[in-house]
Structure formats: structure tokens, C-alpha cells
């Protein structure tokens, strides 16, 4: 049995950790086996690589190393963590996945979709998340929440054009491929971003369990 992959995407201060804790809660009250975790990241030596792209450095990283680092992360943690758990038919719910690298590396920093994608095919062959939650906010409110917090990484030291990017396109790619994205409204009190993924999920959960039976 194979189990589901989920993934949460969104800028700067959009309340994945927040909302990730509520959706660890739902899979919970329905049953589900599942496991978390995150990008870049998710094993010790993909969190060394996390370590290596967020500290900020006098070294200006080129674009084709943070891209290549990136996606070295990726395949230690498919193989580790990912693929062995869907094998098992547990679910998992990452925060960011290969989206962040088009949102962030291509329309952030300008690098080749064609690339990106060459490189996705290679670490993950067939592998796509089945539901992918995009929490949206205005860049500068979610910049404004994320203020509020510890010292920023290398990336949210990024100019606001930066994050316009980034957010296009993500909402470019849901637009392009509307089936396995859920767009949600994140600039919403908590309570209605909540009820928004609830459905999201109820939703995903119902048509999973018919295509089973
Ligand atoms: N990156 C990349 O470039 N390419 C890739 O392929 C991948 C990643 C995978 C690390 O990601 C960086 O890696 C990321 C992109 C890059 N850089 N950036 N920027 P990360 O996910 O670890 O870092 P992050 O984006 O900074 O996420 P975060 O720190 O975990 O923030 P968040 O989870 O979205 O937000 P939060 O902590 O849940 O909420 C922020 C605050 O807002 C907090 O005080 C909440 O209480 C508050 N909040 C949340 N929801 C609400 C609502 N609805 N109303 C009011 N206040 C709220």
C-alpha cells in the first residue's frame, strides 16, 4: 500500500510551522499513520546541507550551487526518510518540497525551469506530491509577521522584489496545474486559514479513500 505525500509551500512568514502542528493534529483524530518533516532538511546529512544554504556567509553563493545543494538534500532525503515511509503506507507531511526550488531558484533567482526540472526527474524519477497546500499571503504582511522572530537566515535577508517573485510563482505553478494544488488564503485570522485546510484535506482525504476501495 502506498501511502500519501503532502507538502506545504508559501513565503516568508505564511504560518506553515503554525499550521503544519494543525495538520499533524487532523491525520491524528483520522487514524492516519504518518511522519513529518522538512526541506531542505529531514536527515542529519540534509540537515548539514540546511545548515550550509540558510547561514549567512561573507561567500556569495552562486545560484548553481545553492540549486545543486538543494537537490543533494532532496535525494539523501527521499531515500532515507520519504520513499521508505510511502512504501510502508505511511503518510508524510513535509514542509517545502521541490516547489520551493522553482518559487525560490527559478522565479527567485532566475534559474532554468527546464534545468530545475532535469534535475527533479533525476532525484525523484516519478515521484510528485499528492496534495500540495500553498499558503498565500502579500509579501509584506507575511514579511512582517516573520519579523517578529530570531535573526534572519540567508534567505530572508532577500530584498522584498525577491519574495514577489517567489510568490508568483507559486501561484503560477498552482495555476498551471490546478489538480494536486490547493491555494489558501493565509492573510485570514487563524481560525479561517484552519477551516480552509480542513477542507482541503477533508476533500483529499475522501478521494483517496474511494480511489482504495
Ligand atoms: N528553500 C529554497 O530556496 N528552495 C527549496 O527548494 C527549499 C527551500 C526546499 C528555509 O525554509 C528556506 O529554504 C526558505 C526557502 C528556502 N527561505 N525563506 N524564506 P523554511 O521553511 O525553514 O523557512 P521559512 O520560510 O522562514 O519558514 P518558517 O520560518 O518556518 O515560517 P512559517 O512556518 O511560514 O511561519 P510561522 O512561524 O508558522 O508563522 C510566522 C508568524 O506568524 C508566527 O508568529 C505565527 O504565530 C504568525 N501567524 C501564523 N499564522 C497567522 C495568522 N493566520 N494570522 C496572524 N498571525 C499568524
Known amino acids: 500500500m502506498q501511502g500519501k505525500f503532502i507538502?506545504?509551500?508559501?513565503?516568508?512568514?505564511?504560518?506553515?510551522?503554525?499550521?503544519?502542528?494543525f495538520i499533524q493534529n487532523w491525520l491524528s483524530e483520522k487514524g492516519v499513520e504518518f511522519s513529518s518533516t522538512r526541506e531542505p532538511g529531514g536527515t542529519p546529512l540534509a540537515e548539514e546541507i540546511r545548515s550550509l544554504l540558510l547561514t549567512p556567509r561573507a561567500e556569495t553563493v552562486c545560484d548553481t550551487t545553492e540549486l545543486l545543494l538543494m537537490f543533494a538534500g532532496r535525494a539523501q532525503h527521499l531515500n532515507k526518510v520519504v520513499v521508505p515511509a510511502l512504501t510502508m503506507g505511511k503518510w508524510i507531511v513535509c514542509d517545502r518540497f521541490t516547489d520551493a526550488t522553482y518559487a525560490y531558484q527559478?522565479?527567485?533567482?532566475g534559474m532554468d525551469q527546464k534545468l530545475i526540472a532535469h534535475l527533479e526527474q533525476l532525484v525523484q524519477k516519478e515521484l510528485r506530491p499528492d496534495l500540495t497546500l500553498i499558503l498565500d499571503i502579500p509579501v509584506e504582511i507575511g514579511l512582517q509577521r516573520a519579523s517578529q522572530r530570531s535573526t534572519p537566515d540567508r534567505f530572508e535577508q532577500e530584498k522584498v522584489s525577491f519574495f514577489h517573485r517567489v510568490r508568483e510563482g507559486y501561484l503560477c505553478r498552482a495555476a498551471e496545474n490546478?489538480?494536486?494544488?490547493?491555494?489558501?488564503?493565509?492573510?485570514?485570522?487563524?481560525?479561517?486559514?484552519?477551516?480552509a485546510i480542513r477542507n482541503a484535506l477533508e476533500d483529499f482525504y475522501l478521494k483517496s479513500q474511494r480511489k482504495f476501495n
Open 106 to 109: 527559478g522565479f527567485g533567482r
Open 7 to 21: 507538502t506545504i509551500e508559501g513565503t516568508e512568514g505564511v504560518g506553515k510551522t503554525t499550521n503544519i502542528a
Open 178 to 195: 490546478s489538480d494536486r494544488y490547493v491555494v489558501i488564503d493565509a492573510s485570514k485570522a487563524l481560525q479561517d486559514v484552519q477551516t
